[in-house]
């Protein structure tokens, strides 16, 4: 996009912005994400942000409850079906650790935030990669990826042992189990997943097949 159709987007801006963007344009090498995400950034007239802290401040610029549930997504490889979100909303382990809060108002919430994130269909997804990486590798949010694991941990043992009446095929509870243990510091627990899941596979497998077989006729 052509630096002037961008200063015409900005047009309407506070004056740190466009000179913020007309600064950045160079240095975005096309990625012009974060160049969006300025509009919802408020920054004082005197304060001057360079383009790689952009990511930074906008997800610090959300409360804490936001934060922890966009690095649960972030960890679900950047998106989440519409019922596995409300059932990491609801984890105990999310809930001890944020306010009461209304599963639907905080859908409604982040919802707003949509240079960040946006629903396709029945999922929610993460609107960029880089958006993505911040989460996954800033330091200051380690606390809320290990809360994340533990309760992604959690929903999925559950989704395997049948607790919800939700259908997922045993093989992608497997999956999901092998990968977030993987990232617990108990690997003890990640090598006996990963153990039972080698002995399980081929017998899941054909249940599934079966499943299907059966839908079908």
């Known amino acids: 996009m052509p630096l002037v159709d961008i200063i015409t987007a900005f047009q309407n801006s506070p004056k740190e912005y466009l000179n913020l963007v007309k600064g950045s344009y160079e240095e975005s090498s096309g990625n012009l ?3 969006q995400m300025l509009q919802n950034i408020k920054i004082k007239q005197e304060k001057r942000i360079k383009y790689d802290e952009i ?9 804490k409850i936001l934060q922890l549930l966009m690095c649960g997504i972030a960890l679900h490889d ?4 519409e019922e596995l979100l409300d059932l990491f909303i609801k984890h105990r382990h999310f809930t001890t650790t944020t306010p009461v809060i209304n599963t639907n108002e905080l859908v409604e919430r982040i919802l707003k935030e949509k240079d960040l994130i946006y629903k396709e269909d029945d999922s929610f997804k993460i609107k960029h990669d880089s ?3 911040f989460l996954l590798k800033e330091t200051a ?5 290990i809360i994340s694991i533990n309760i992604w941990l959690n929903i999925y043992r559950s989704l395997f042992n ?8 045993k093989y ?3 999956t999901q189990l092998i990968f977030f243990s993987s990232k617990v510091t108990n690997q003890s627990e990640f090598h006996y997943i990963l153990n039972g899941a080698i002995k ?4 899941l497998l054909s249940i599934e097949r079966c499943i299907i077989k059966s839908r079908r006729s």
Do not use: A, T
């Open 172 to 174: 992608r509870c497997l």
């Open 200 to 203: 399980l596979i081929p017998r």
């Open 55 to 63: 990511d930074s401040i906008r997800i610090f610029s959300l409360n």
């Open 78 to 81: 950047g998106y989440v079906s």
């Open 33 to 35: 994400h974060k160049l």
């Open 141 to 145: 949010l380690e606390k809320y990826r």
């Open 162 to 169: 049948n607790d919800y009446d939700i259908y997922m095929p």
């Open 131 to 133: 958006i993505i990486s």
